[in-house]
């Protein structure tokens, strides 16, 4: 019979082994490195504009793919974590917060619409993390100076200067606008009266306000048609798909018979070509449209890396601000692989400091102090192209580029 | 001399008025027969307009040909929505009859749109102008195309009024909205008034949205802003009353154009509903609606 001793002394054993083996297990044997996470809050599912959204989100597995192959960062592996921004900020910012508090991310590819983007810029001063935003528009999200939220990519208040530049380039004088009552209209109205003085003194700039979502704007039309002396250019500053209304309406009212040509105000044509030209017909011929991306324009080698990897991937080109994106990435990875730390202070003083090739040229933040100035954690080291169709049906890239000369 | 833009904004403003006319007296149409808001009928309107795009893209056939279309589209759904969710309503002993084919129209309104998202996109398209360039006329000129759209709305609104003042189902429509039980007790088949009621509403709004699309086109939620604008519209001229929904049609679209081009378009909206609350304050049943 086994005595009570030696069953004591049995269950120490065990207990003392397993110690030993729990120890071992939690120090001896190397266990795989944390992953970094970067989450990424982009749209994806409508009413919000879900097709970038989609791409964005592609770009951004690419590059995780791309950059794992090569061995990660810092040797610890990526992994997105992904959320639709909806349009709602209420949800996108509890995205922000779960992210923050339960995946621990350390870097944020913002929301895509600005309506969106601000309010989790804003949320990222109490869930903080390093946000990267290209195309939201709105001057606040860098004119607020928030400590971790950096800009690669246009501002409305820089678009309205290009627009002024290629303006006086041409030498057009009178130009009526019709702006819609929302901070793209406001934004870029007042941008231009801002950047008047500066750029073009000469240009006499005339605002017609229309509301939001209509279907009708034949009366604000009709209003620009009969200005005395009549315009010379008309700018439509409306978001999508009105602005396909406004155009279809500027063609049945006849303004490219009496000569007022369109500009737009921002590069919609290129969203969807075919809508673009069933509301437009020959009335397309001679429009104008801005961009900041050019079949002309070079890439670094980093770019060709990117296109190459994108088109092989995805079987097509990638827009302007996927370029943007991509350079956010590479510039989130290149500070944790030289600060060799993931706080966030740490990386947010590099970033504000780094100097790194980009895609479509040297990436560098401006970080101007003056309150309520957008030049704050801002790249601008973006070209406007501008390019005019010359036949109906012509893709948006093949029309010729007017400005910069090619 | 009246100015250019003058006689510009009123034309307009009649173009405008015309087509909303077509609009809210669809939606009149049923309210007077079947007593029912009819929030489907902005999606009608789509409906219209996505069936003049989709056949003149499809068959590459003119604008004018592919018109039909909306009308037809808009009636069979129209038919088809009244058989499947509405009929019941008024057949079976239901409680709240009303109530319950308003909520059945405002999901399907709601569906609908979705579906539209789906099927087509939610980009916006554009049906082709039935005819381009302008007219002079006198010192202003207006577009071809509107002036088509102001022809085909005045015709249509004509035939209508012949329709309901001298055929077998108009008479039998004014005998179901003036006093139901009169009418099913003389012999007149209130179920088939009803359904072809709401089919021709639907029809009319599907017009109107077929006639618009060559100028505003059109997209998934196109509906919404007819829609509000029709029942401002039957509102003001008297709920059930053909007569108030065109003048009321006229009203809005003029006073809509002119303000927007002589203040601003932001108090055209504004202006309207406080047209709406004026009549409403001093002839809550409209400008043409009866009296209990």
Redesign the interface.
């Known amino acids: 019979m086994v005595s009570t001793k030696t069953i004591g002394v049995i269950v120490v054993a065990i207990i003392v082994i397993a110690a030993i083996a729990a120890v071992a297990y939690f120090t001896l044997i190397p266990k795989p490195k944390e992953k970094i996470k970067i989450g990424v809050i982009t749209p994806l599912s409508?009413?919000a504009d879900y097709i970038s959204g989609k791409e964005i989100l592609n770009t951004a597995q690419l590059f995780v793919e791309w950059r794992n192959k090569q061995g990660g960062v810092a040797g610890r592996e990526l992994e997105l974590v992904v959320a639709d921004q909806t349009l709602d900020p209420g949800v996108a910012i509890s995205h922000l917060q779960r992210m923050v508090t339960q995946d621990k991310i350390v870097g944020l590819i913002g929301p895509w619409e600005s309506l969106v983007a601000l309010p989790v810029a804003e949320a990222t001063e109490k869930f903080p993390t390093i946000m990267f935003c290209t195309f939201s528009w709105t001057d606040e999200i860098t004119a607020n100076h928030y400590k971790y939220v950096f800009r690669n990519g246009v501002f409305s208040s820089l678009t309205a200067r290009h627009a002024l530049e290629f303006f006086k380039a041409m030498g057009w004088k009178r130009i009526a606008l019709l702006i819609e009552?929302s901070p793209v209209g406001f934004n870029y109205r007042d941008a231009l009266l801002r950047w008047k003085g500066d750029v073009y003194p000469d240009v006499e700039l005339s605002f017609?306000?229309?509301?939001l979502?209509?279907?009708?704007y034949?009366?604000?039309l009709?209003?620009i048609k009969?200005m005395d002396p009549k315009p010379e250019i008309f700018i439509p500053m409306v978001n999508?798909?009105h602005v396909?209304?406004i155009a279809?309406?500027y063609?049945?009212?006849?303004f490219p018979?009496i000569g007022v040509k369109m500009f737009c105000g921002f590069d919609w044509p290129t969203y969807?070509p075919k809508?673009f030209w069933?509301?437009m017909?020959?009335g397309g011929i001679g429009v104008m449209f801005p961009s900041y991306y050019s079949p002309h324009m070079k890439l670094t080698k980093a770019g060709e890396e990117f296109l190459k990897l994108y088109k092989e991937k995805y079987g097509k080109d990638p827009f302007i601000a996927l370029f943007w994106y991509w350079d956010s990435l590479n510039i989130l990875c290149k500070a944790i692989e030289e600060t060799k730390s993931t706080n966030l202070d740490t990386l947010a003083k590099y970033i504000e400091n780094i100097e790194i090739e980009g895609t479509t040229g040297i990436v560098k933040f401006i970080n101007d102090p003056t309150p309520k100035q957008p030049l704050w954690h801002q790249w601008i080291g973006m070209t406007q192209y501008v390019f005019q169709f010359a036949e109906v049906g012509q893709e948006p890239y093949k029309a010729k580029q007017i400005y910069p000369a090619s | 001399m009246i100015p250019?833009?003058f006689l510009?904004?009123i034309l307009?403003g009649l173009v405008?008025g015309l087509i909303y006319a077509l609009m809210s007296i669809g939606l009149t149409l049923i309210f007077s027969i079947m007593r029912l808001s009819n929030f489907t009928h902005g999606e009608f309107y789509m409906i219209g307009g996505y069936a003049i795009y989709l056949t003149s893209s499809f068959l590459g056939i003119h604008s004018f040909l592919a018109l039909p279309s909306s009308l037809i589209a808009g009636f069979l759904v129209g038919i088809a929505i009244e058989k499947t969710f509405i009929e019941d309503a008024f057949k079976k002993a239901i409680e709240r009859p009303f109530e319950y084919a308003m909520l059945a129209t405002l999901s399907l309104s709601i569906l609908l749109q979705n579906l539209a998202?789906e099927i087509v996109g939610?980009?916006?398209?554009?049906a082709?102008?039935f005819v381009?360039?302008?007219v002079q006329i006198l010192a202003f000129?207006l577009?071809l195309?509107?002036l088509v759209i102001l022809v085909i709305t005045v015709v249509s609104l004509a035939g209508l009024y012949y329709f309901v003042a001298s055929t077998k189902t108009g008479r039998a429509w004014r005998a179901v909205s003036q006093n139901i039980r009169g009418a099913i007790i003389s012999g007149i088949d209130d179920a088939k008034a009803r359904l072809l009621a709401y089919g021709f509403g639907a029809a009319l709004a599907a017009l109107s949205g077929g006639l618009?699309s060559t100028?505003?086109?059109i997209?998934p939620n196109?509906g919404f802003?007819?829609l509000v604008l029709s029942f401002v519209i039957v509102t003001l001229g008297g709920l059930g009353s053909l007569k108030g929904a065109f003048i009321g049609a006229l009203i809005v679209g003029l006073a809509?154009?002119l303000i927007?081009?002589y203040f601003?378009?932001?108090y055209?909206?504004v202006a309207m509903y406080l047209i709406l609350l004026f009549v409403l304050v001093f002839r809550p049943t409209g400008l043409f609606g009866e009296k209990a």
Do not use: I, M
């Not at chain 2, 939610?122 to 554009?126: E, L, Q, Y």
């Open positions: 409508p009413p009552e017609t306000t229309c509301a979502g209509k279907a009708d034949t009366p604000e009709s209003k009969a999508v798909p396909y209304v279809k309406q063609v049945e009212l006849g018979e969807d809508t069933e509301a017909g020959k | 250019t833009l510009e904004v307009n405008l998202k939610p980009f916006h398209h554009s082709p102008l381009s360039g302008s000129t577009s195309n509107r618009l100028v505003y086109g997209w196109v802003t007819p809509h154009s927007s081009s601003s378009p932001s055209a909206d």
